[in-house]
DNA sequence: GGCCTGCGTTCACAGGATTTTCACGGCTCA
DNA sequence: TGAGCCGTGAAAATCCTGTGAACGCAGGCC
C-alpha cells in the first residue's frame, strides 16, 4: 500500500553538514529539496506547495515560536517538524500542541529523519484528492477537469479559475456539506483569515452563474452556521415549495442521501 | 471552534507504572484509554473505534512487525506509536515505513507522550479532510459527523450547528447520564451561566426533530435532577445487566450508566 | 508608459435564521 | 402538599448569510 510518493521539502537549517546529507539522501529518493538559510514568510512557503518543512529552532532566533505558529495556521496542511539539538520535554510539548508534527533530536540519522518526514506526508497522498479522472456529471451539470470547463445542460459555464476550483470540489464531494474553512483550504491551499468571505463571495457567483431561477436554489445548499452542500435536487423538480418541506425527507431518503459513506474503511 | 478533541485511546504495554501515570493525566483530559495487556486482533482494534494505539513492542513478542503491519493495514485511519525502551535506527525506519506514526522512546514523559499522540491524531483527522470518524450508528439513528448531517429512519434531519453538536455528543456518550454542566461545557466549550436553561431548550429542540411523537422518549431521556441520557433502549431494566455489557461496546462499558460530571479542563 | 478590462478581495448593510432569555404551568420527589 | 425541576411557547437578542458595490492588482493593448 505505501506507493512511493514525491516528496516536495524544504528545510530551514544552518547546519551545512547534516543538510548535504540529507539532500543526497532524499535526490536519491527523488524527493525535491529546497535548503533554506533563514526562515521565510509563511505566504512564500504557500507559493512552493511543499508537503513538508523540516526546520531547527536554533536558526529562527528570537521569535521562533511566532514563527511556528503561524506557519502552522496558514499551512494546516504542512507537515511540520523540527529538530533541535537540545530541548525540554515542556518545549516539546508546547511545539506539539502548536501543530508541529514530529520533533526530532539532533543528532538524528538521515534516513530516520527521512521515514519521520514519509510517516507525517502520508496523509498527503488523500486530502488533495487527485482530481484527474474522466468527465463528472452531477445532475445536468458536466464538469471536464482536464479542459478546465464546466457545462451545464445546453452551453457551457464561463468559469474563472477559482469559480472553476470551487465548483470542482463541490461537485466531487456531492451531498456533503463542507465546511466554509475546509472549502478556503482546499480551494484557496491555505487557511482562511478570520472573518474572510471570499468562500460566501464564489458561492454566490457560481450560484448566479449556474442556477437558472431562483426561488430555491437548486444546486448549492446553505447549512447555516456550517457551510455549504452541492446536491442537484432530484429531476423533474417541480415540487411547490409549500409542499417541497413535507415532501423533503422522503425525497432525499430516495436520490439525495445515496450519499455513500466510504468514510471509515478505506480499503 | 470546539473544543479540544476526545481521544480513545488503547494501550498496549506490560509497564503497569507507565500505563497507570499515563491514564491518570488522559482521564484529566477527557481522553477514553483502555489498557490492554496483549495483542488483539486488529479485528477487535476496529470495534474499539480508537483514534490513537500505543503500544511497546517488547509486548508483542516474535510476530511484532507481522502484528504492525496487520494493524496498520486493516486500520489506515488509526494512529499508531510505537514505544520502546532499546531501539536501531534500522527498526525505527522500518516501524515508520510500514505505518507506525511516531516511534518514541522510554523513558518518556506522559505529557510528551499525549503531545505526540494529539498530534498524530490532528493529522490522521486532517487527512481525511476533517473527517471525525465513521458514521455513528445508534438505533435507527445515524450520525455523520464528516457531514454535519443525521439521519434518522427514512430521510435526513434538518439540524443546526448546536443541535448537531448536541446530538453528537449525546450520541458518542451513549447510556451515560450527562449532567447539564457537563454537556454545556463540551458543547458550548465555555461554563454554564447560574440559570442557564439553553441545555433544556436544545433537547427539546433535538426531541422534536428526532422522536416520533409518544407517550415516552424515546431516545432522549432525563433524569430528574441531573440531567439527561441518550439511549435507544428503553430506559430503566428493558435488558438485563449482563446482556447490556454485551450489547455496548468494551470501551463504553467501562463508563457504562455513571455520571459524568463536567470535570473539563477549561482552556 | 498609460489605459482598459477582468479577476479576486474586501466592506457595509439588510434580511433572516438561530440562539438565548423569559414566563408559566405541569411534573417529580421528599 | 410544597419546593424545586423540567417542558414549552414565544419574545428578544444575537449571529450569519446574501448581496451590491468599491478597491487593488495584473495582464493585454494602444
Not at 48 to 56: E, G, Q, S, T, V
Not at 250 to 263: G, Y
Amino acid at each position: 500500500m505505501n506507493t512511493q510518493q514525491t516528496i516536495r521539502l524544504a528545510v530551514i537549517d544552518d547546519d551545512s553538514g547534516f543538510v548535504t546529507v540529507l539532500s543526497k539522501r532524499t535526490e536519491m529518493a527523488g524527493w525535491q529539496q529546497r535548503a533554506l538559510s533563514s526562515a521565510i514568510p509563511p505566504e512564500e512557503l504557500v507559493a512552493m506547495k511543499l508537503n513538508a518543512l523540516l526546520l531547527d529552532l536554533t536558526v529562527l532566533g528570537e521569535d521562533a515560536w511566532g514563527y511556528l505558529e503561524r506557519i502552522c495556521a496558514t499551512l494546516p496542511d504542512l507537515g511540520v517538524i523540527v529538530c533541535t539539538g537540545q530541548s525540554t520535554v515542556a518545549q516539546r510539548v508546547r511545539g506539539l500542541r502548536l501543530g508541529v508534527d514530529d520533533w526530532i533530536a539532533k543528532p538524528c540519522h538521515p534516513e530516520e529523519v527521512m521515514a519521520r518526514i514519509e510517516a507525517v506526508s502520508r496523509r498527503r497522498r488523500r486530502s488533495r484528492g487527485e482530481i484527474e479522472a474522466g468527465p463528472v456529471v452531477v445532475g445536468e451539470l458536466e464538469i471536464r477537469a482536464d479542459q478546465f470547463q464546466a457545462f451545464v445542460g445546453d452551453g457551457s459555464l464561463d468559469l474563472t479559475r477559482r469559480e472553476f476550483e470551487l465548483l470542482q470540489l463541490l461537485a466531487d464531494s456531492k451531498g456533503q456539506v463542507l465546511e466554509r474553512e475546509a472549502i478556503y483550504q482546499r480551494v484557496w491551499g491555505y487557511a482562511m483569515a478570520h472573518g474572510d468571505r471570499s468562500v460566501d463571495v464564489f458561492i454566490r457567483k457560481l450560484r448566479q452563474k449556474l442556477e437558472k431561477r431562483s426561488s430555491r436554489w437548486r444546486y448549492i445548499h446553505t447549512h447555516f452556521g456550517v457551510g455549504y452542500r452541492f446536491d442537484p435536487e432530484p429531476p423533474g423538480g417541480g415540487i411547490a415549495p409549500e409542499l417541497a418541506e413535507e415532501a423533503s425527507s422522503s425525497m432525499e431518503s430516495q436520490a439525495d442521501s445515496q450519499v455513500v459513506h466510504s468514510s471509515f474503511t478505506a480499503g
